[in-house]
Each structure stands twice: as structure tokens, then as C-alpha cells.
């Protein structure tokens, strides 16, 4: 059975009919037919993978950007548990998307399913807040679900709706929404990007202009940086937006959620660049008390390291990061004795006319220890002008200590945000 919204799509109905639910969401995510997965036929695990790595050569337009995102999700829950899945059953999994939407990169509400554009919400405008490529209250890349024209967050099964985050508009621009699909995300993403890359990004500063998944997987591949920074600042907005496309259509969001690995031996599917750019993925033994950028949600996340806790030269400790390997080696243990060694090895420079400064200030330590901050990663210090740092000192850390203890508390995303505010007032630059 195929969705009621189908037989009032362009197309005709009799054409829909010779389909089911994943017949349909193989043609609309804009697989050839000649890879699709046999109606009726178990979906096997080998046969998951295929249809990933076919998803994954296939080109994403704007009409099959939602149902891509549906098909990624349904294939790596096959691939994740690692178990074949009767045919009747993927239909059955497949009827939350019928109630499901996503948002497109050129700021479309469409169709998990079918990709049929329903609106274009804050009239298409994508921002970068928090590291993540928002469009009003949606997230690029989610999925949401639509109870009449009212829409709500899901849980990572996307079964369980949460809070309400926006609704349709009164006027619905069904005729126009009707007409748009056919271009091309990859372009789509490239011109919301050309928004917040004011400048060639040289530097791991310069980072800070790409959602945060994409910055963390650029910095962490440091042979790839090498080749990123030298290249022009229209051919870094592409790759960047050709990163970011990937990272939604496969995994949902170009920003990761910052993981502090907490048990020795762990295990993790870690995502990582080529000197060319090519994405590969990789079972990693995780060393203790490093830090890994989730992307994805749930069992079928990804991660990207993004620090070390041992300086790789010393042994016993996987460079995590290639950050510091591109600034002139590796970082020692984020402590505070080692904080100004590091900065300037994040930062490839040691200004005599500076301070080391703490972007989360030592006095509030513990503070930040609770929301899953070390102040002493380097990445979270910058270089303050010695004789403006000493006038000023107090005065930042009173704003902190105003910030911290308001009631909810902030989160570990507010937090970092502050801290990039605080900065731009104060005249440091930040490195995260």
C-alpha cells in the first residue's frame, strides 16, 4: 500500500499502484532501477549493503534528498543489527515515514517518503547556529512528524513525537512547492555555505565557519587540510558543502555531539578523509579520554575523533586528532601544565606579547567539568593580548559565573556558543 498523498501527486495513480512503499522509496531516493531490492523478496544484510554503497554513488537532487534520508536510515538499521529482514516487516518499518517529513537544504518541509514539497518554512533561509545548518526551529537533515500540518521532533526511532517545533503557513504554496525539487542539493548546500564562509579558510580558526561535523572532519584529517586550505575559497565552499550533503543524506546532521570516551577498549565506527577527500569508515579502538564527535544518532551513528590524550610521539596513544599533527605534533595530556605547550601547537604559534587564556575560566573549573568540558583542551584556549587580558580577566569571569548559575542551566551547546559570543566582545578568536 502506498501513501493516500500519492494518488493526488502528479504521475497518475495507476502508475503508484504497481508499487509498494519500498519499490517507491528506491525510485524517489533516484536509485537506477537495475539495483533495486526485489519486491517480496527478504532483505539480507549483503543486499543492505549494496543498496547503501548504490545510495551512496547515486547523485542527491532536491526531489530525492527526503526519501534518501528514509532509505539511508531503513538501510543502516538492516546493516546495524546485522540481521536479514523479512520482507513484510521492511513494509511494516517503513509506515512511520508516511507521517514523517524532512528538511531540504533549500529550506523545504518535503516528504520523507515521496519528497513531495509541502512549504517553504522562513522563507527558505538557512543559518548556522550551534554548528548546525538550521532553518528557523528545523534542523537540515531531520525528521519530523506531521500531525496536519503541525509538526513535532521524533526519538531516534522515530516513533515517539516530542516537541512541537512549527506548523504549515496559512497560505500553503502548493503550486510553486509543486514546481521546485529539480536542482541539485549539492548546489543548494554550496549557496547556503557561500553565507557564513566570509573568508579563504587557511587556519584551523577558519573552520569555525562550516557546521561543526564538517569543520571536525576536515581538522581531523590533516593531510586532506593541507589540500583544503590551499585551495580557493569557492572550491572550499563546494567541498564543504559536498561533505555536508553526505553527512545528512547518510547520517542526518552536519554537526556531531561531542562524545568523552570513558571506557578503555572501546570500539567505534570512525569516520575520516583521505589527502583526496575520499570518506571511509573504520572500527577504531578508542583510547580513554578522548573526545569523538557523534554524527548520527542512536546504534547507527558515526563518529569523528577529535583529540588525543597521549602525545603520539610518546606511544600508547592514537592521534585522535590530526589538528595538532598539522600545527607540528602531537598534543600531550590536556592538563593544565601542558595548556600553553598545546595551544601553540594547535595554533602553530607562541606570541611573546600574549596569555594562554582559558576560553572556560579555571575558576569555574568544576563547572564545566559537570557539562563535559575539560577547560584545558586546546581547542578551548586562545591568545589574549597580555595587557588587555590583565585588565579584563575579572570582568570575563563574572560573566561567566552570571551565565553558569541562571536557572534552567545552560546546556553544552548554549555553553560553547556563550563562549564564541564572550570572544567576538572581547576581541579573542576561538578555536572550536
Given amino acids: 500500500m502506498v501513501p493516500s498523498d500519492l494518488s493526488q501527486d502528479g504521475g497518475g495513480g495507476g502508475f503508484w499502484a504497481e508499487r509498494d512503499d519500498f519499490q517507491l522509496l528506491q525510485q524517489s531516493a533516484g536509485l537506477e532501477e537495475d539495483s533495486w531490492h526485489e519486491a517480496g523478496e527478504e532483505l539480507e544484510t549483503e543486499d543492505a549493503q549494496a543498496l547503501w554503497e548504490a545510495l551512496a554513488r547515486t547523485g542527491t537532487t532536491l526531489q530525492s534528498f527526503g526519501p534518501g534520508r528514509s532509505l539511508a536510515f531503513v538501510l543502516r538499521q538492516v546493516r546495524t543489527q546485522d540481521e536479514d529482514v523479512p520482507y513484510a516487516e521492511l513494509l511494516q518499518r517503513l509506515r512511520p515515514f508516511r507521517f514523517l517529513v524532512v528538511m531540504r537544504p533549500d529550506g523545504y518541509l518535503v516528504s520523507a517518503l515521496t519528497g513531495r514539497p509541502l512549504q517553504r518554512m522562513w522563507k527558505g533561509r538557512v543559518e548556522l547556529r550551534g554548528g548546525r545548518l538550521m532553518v528557523g526551529t528545523f534542523e537540515v537533515g531531520a525528521f519530523y512528524r506531521d500531525k496536519g500540518g503541525v509538526f513535532y521532533t521524533v526519538d531516534d526511532s522515530l516513533s515517539q513525537p516530542g516537541a512541537m517545533v512549527g506548523e504549515l503557513g496559512l497560505e500553503r504554496d502548493w503550486f510553486n512547492a509543486a514546481l521546485d525539487g529539480g536542482g541539485d542539493a549539492l548546489g543548494e548546500m554550496a549557496q547556503a555555505l557561500a553565507h557564513f564562509v566570509n573568508d579563504p579558510i587557511r587556519s584551523l580558526e577558519g573552520l569555525e565557519q562550516l557546521p561543526s561535523a564538517v569543520a571536525a572532519l576536515i581538522a581531523s584529517s590533516p593531510d586532506y587540510f593541507a589540500r583544503y586550505s590551499a585551495l580557493p575559497v569557492q572550491e572550499q565552499i563546494r567541498e564543504a558543502a559536498r561533505l555536508a550533503t553526505h553527512l545528512m543524506m547518510l547520517y542526518g546532521s552536519a554537526a556531531g555531539t561531542a562524545t568523552r570516551i570513558g571506557t578503555a577498549g572501546t570500539k567505534l565506527p570512525v569516520l575520516s578523509l583521505s589527502a583526496e577527500g575520499a570518506l571511509a569508515i573504520e572500527q577504531v579502538a578508542v583510547p580513554v579520554g578522548a573526545t569523538a564527535a ?51 601547537r594547535l595554533t602553530g604559534r607562541m606570541p611573546e606579547d600574549a596569555h594562554a587564556h582559558h576560553v572556560f575560566p579555571r575558576a569555574l573549573e568544576k563547572n564545566f567539568k559537570e557539562a563535559g568540558i575539560n577547560i584545558h583542551d586546546p581547542r578551548f584556549g586562545t591568545w589574549w593580548e597580555r595587557s588587555s587580558h590583565l585588565k579584563k580577566a575579572h570582568d570575563y569571569t563574572q560573566r561567566w559565573r552570571e551565565f553558569l548559575f541562571r536557572r534552567p542551566p545552560p546546556s553544552f551547546e548554549q555553553i560553547l556558543q556563550f563562549g564564541r559570543e564572550l570572544a567576538r566582545e572581547y576581541g579573542f578568536q576561538v578555536n572550536y
Avoid at 542512536?298 to 595538532?324: I, N, R, W
Fill in 294 to 344: 557523534a554524527v548520527g544518532t542512536g546504534a547507527g551513528a558515526v563518529y569523528v575523533l577529535m583529540e588525543s590524550t597521549k602525545d603520539p610521539g610518546e606511544g600508547g596513544g592514537a592521534q585522535a586528532s590530526g589538528t595538532a599533527k598539522g600545527a607540528g605534533g602531537g598534543f600531550k595530556p590536556f592538563v593544565e601544565g601542558n595548556f600553553r605547550e598545546n595551544l601553540a
